[in-house]
């Protein structure tokens, strides 16, 4: 169960639901200067912006580093059409603290200026400045991806491995976003109690990213409708209160009928990409999300 302190503040966001979205989507346009967010010191870790990508983009350190020859390629949400660089910066640097592993984050072009598949194209970019700019393995890497950058990370690896080419240490995804169709019954049943997500606006980004309501079941719109065959190790977080829970549920059954070693880990009654929220739930799923990616860089 959630701690009190959890549960009250989930409580009073969800009683100002309305008014909190309003508030979170404005927070999620805020995008400082680039140089201001790398001089940010939060969560154990420095960060130096990399102007060379094309696109705005950082290495985020861990101040204790355990790994000398890897990376997290971290893949930032916002339903494909938000998020920016302080968003970036304050997800994955815990992540980064918690695992000892640096990682390159970066902010992609963002529907419906830009849909499918201009964020896949900035992600591939992104993950070959790792290899080849930076020096790393494939089997080095890690991918991080949080609601949309779940369904991103998923995305790319899919590419990668139809392609031919060799598969990440791992994929850690955290709420991932993943039927943009919104088949799973928790987009209805958990309505109600969800503190931060609503369906409707959730479909309005969907079509922007897809360019059309007809191809939300692509696998490349939705990765919940492709074959998982031959990704690597996969461990999902969400929250038992978020309408994307059938997502995460059904991700791993596919999975897992795929043959790919997945778990999923369920936060009981914590919200979408509660990671972001402070909450003691928050840290330990971020702790045991490290704990993942040092596996995956030791198999």
Known sequence: MPTKRSQGMLGLIRSHKRLMTGISNDIMQIDPPLERVVKMRLNGTTAAAVPDLGMPAMKVYPHTRLFSDAAILHLHGGAYVSGG??????????????????????????????????????????????????????????????????????ALAMKLRDEGEPMPAGLALLSPWVDL????????????????????????????????????TDPAISPLYGNFTGLPPTEIHCGTHEILLSDSESLEKAMIRDHVDAHLIRWE???????????????????????????????
Do not use: W
Request: aromatic share 10%; glycine share 8%; net charge negative.
């Open 85 to 154: 660089m302080l968003q970036c910066r304050a997800i994955i640097s815990p992540i980064c603290a918690a695992s000892g592993v640096p990682a390159l984050t970066f902010s992609y072009r963002l529907a419906p200026e830009f849909s499918y598949p201009a964020q896949i194209e900035d992600a591939l970019r992104a993950y070959r400045y790792l290899l080849d700019q930076g020096g790393y393995a494939p089997n080095r890497i890690v991918f991080v991806g949080e609601s949309a950058g779940g369904n991103l990370a998923l």
């Open 181 to 216: 169709a919104q088949q799973g019954d928790s987009y209805r049943a958990l309505a109600q109690v969800d503190a931060t997500l609503n369906a409707d606006e959730l479909m309005d980004s969907a079509i922007a990213f897809a360019g059309g309501k007809e191809r939300l």
């Open 269 to 299: 009654g914590m919200c979408h990409v509660f990671q972001a929220f402070g909450f003691e739930e928050s840290k330990a799923s971020n702790i045991q999300l490290g704990a993942f990616i040092q596996r995956c860089l030791t198999r």
